[in-house]
């Protein structure tokens, strides 16, 4: 039979606090590097592919987006498996800031410090994997792009895009089948490449990535704040048809894209307690 168990002084409860904060500011810390590094690897998939395609295959603007197009798709979910159970490969700003206000009053998913992390990682993630591109295909480093995609309809097409990402996400997430994501996520992008006029940017941080190559991915940096905009309004719509049609949305937020494994969130203090973070602590 044990004794009881040894109060903790407050001297104790200092220090295990103190050690939840630093282990959660590594835990932090991998994971920003896992959206910096999966983000900048799938924007040098989509500019590396299109500088090849236009290489392979030039005057052909349907194989060159063909062959755009099918490479993202099978980079997009190859990054998704690695990177998933370290942060849960969001590589996108209208995700990450999705499943913070999707998960605010469940108290799951990002917080408000993760989510500007996120963020931040994600655009430079984005604007280095456009750099590393230009670089492998002997290129100026950072050349934007003359590509001019201002025009209604191309808004519209992110508006539907971005939309359309959204709702697989957290409808595999909400139904308990997240891990389909990296081979549906990326089926969806490959197909939104063809049925959407825009070829489907759906992201704010690669869009602007997308604008330091002239080549076959890039777009003009005056096109990028319209894109963005539009991008936006996908959201908007995408969380409120989210929360009309799954009114519980919220409660899976913690498992999007994909879940991430416990190894990247949690710790053991010096007592030998788990110190877990708290999902949506700001």
């Given at each position: 039979?044990t004794?009881?168990?040894?109060e903790?002084?407050?001297?104790?409860?200092?220090?295990r606090?103190?050690?939840?904060?630093?282990?959660?500011?590594?835990?932090?810390?991998?994971?920003l590097?896992?959206?910096?590094?999966?983000?900048?690897?799938l924007?040098?998939a989509v500019v590396?592919?299109?500088?090849?395609?236009?290489?392979?295959?030039?005057?052909?603007?349907?194989?060159?987006?063909l062959?755009?197009?099918?490479?993202t798709a099978?980079?997009?979910g190859?990054?998704?498996?690695?990177f998933?159970?370290?942060?849960?490969?969001?590589?996108?700003?209208?995700?990450?800031?999705?499943?913070?206000?999707?998960g605010?009053?469940?108290?799951t998913g990002l917080?408000?410090?993760?989510l500007a992390?996120?963020?931040a990682?994600q655009?430079?993630?984005?604007?280095?994997g456009?750099?590393?591109?230009?670089l492998?295909?002997?290129?100026?480093?950072v050349?934007f792009?003359t590509?001019?995609r201002?025009?209604?309809?191309l808004?519209?097409g992110?508006?539907?895009?971005?939309?359309g990402?959204?709702l697989?996400?957290?409808?595999l997430?909400?139904?308990?089948?997240a891990?389909?994501?990296?081979?549906?996520?990326?089926?969806?992008?490959g197909?939104?490449?063809?049925?959407?006029?825009?070829?489907s940017?759906a992201?704010p941080?690669?869009?602007i990535g997308?604008?330091?190559t002239?080549?076959f991915?890039?777009?003009?940096?005056?096109?990028v704040p319209?894109f963005?905009?539009a991008?936006?309004?996908?959201?908007?719509?995408?969380t409120?048809?989210?929360a009309?049609?799954?009114p519980?949305?919220?409660?899976?937020a913690?498992?999007?894209?994909?879940?991430?494994?416990?190894?990247?969130?949690?710790?053991?203090?010096p007592?030998?307690?788990?110190?877990t973070?708290t999902?949506g602590?700001?």
């Open positions: 039979m004794g009881p168990r040894p903790i002084t407050s001297d104790q409860q200092v220090a606090h103190t050690a939840a904060t630093e282990l959660t500011t590594v835990a932090l810390r991998r994971r590097l896992a959206e910096f590094t999966g983000t900048a690897l924007v040098t590396g592919s299109g500088i090849m395609a236009a290489t392979l295959s030039p005057g052909d603007v349907g194989l060159q987006l062959e755009n197009s099918i490479a099978f980079a997009l190859v990054l998704i498996l690695i998933g159970p370290v942060s849960g490969a969001h590589f996108n700003p209208v995700v990450s800031a999705a499943d913070w206000f999707l605010r009053r469940a108290g917080g408000g410090r993760e992390g996120y963020t990682a655009v430079l993630g984005a604007i280095a456009s750099v590393l591109a230009n492998m295909f002997d290129l100026a480093a050349d792009s590509k001019d201002a025009a209604g309809n808004w519209l992110e508006i539907v895009a971005t939309t990402l959204l697989l996400i957290f409808a997430a909400r139904s308990g089948r891990p389909v994501a990296p081979a549906a996520v990326g089926a969806y992008i197909a939104a490449y063809w049925f959407t006029s825009s070829t940017f992201n941080a690669v869009t997308r604008a330091f002239d080549t991915a890039g777009i003009a940096p005056a096109s319209g963005v905009l991008q936006l309004v996908g959201l908007a719509i995408g409120a048809l989210l009309a049609l799954y519980d949305a919220g409660d899976a913690g498992q999007v894209v994909v879940p991430v494994d416990a190894e990247a969130t949690t710790a053991t203090g007592d030998t307690t788990p110190l973070r999902e602590s700001s």
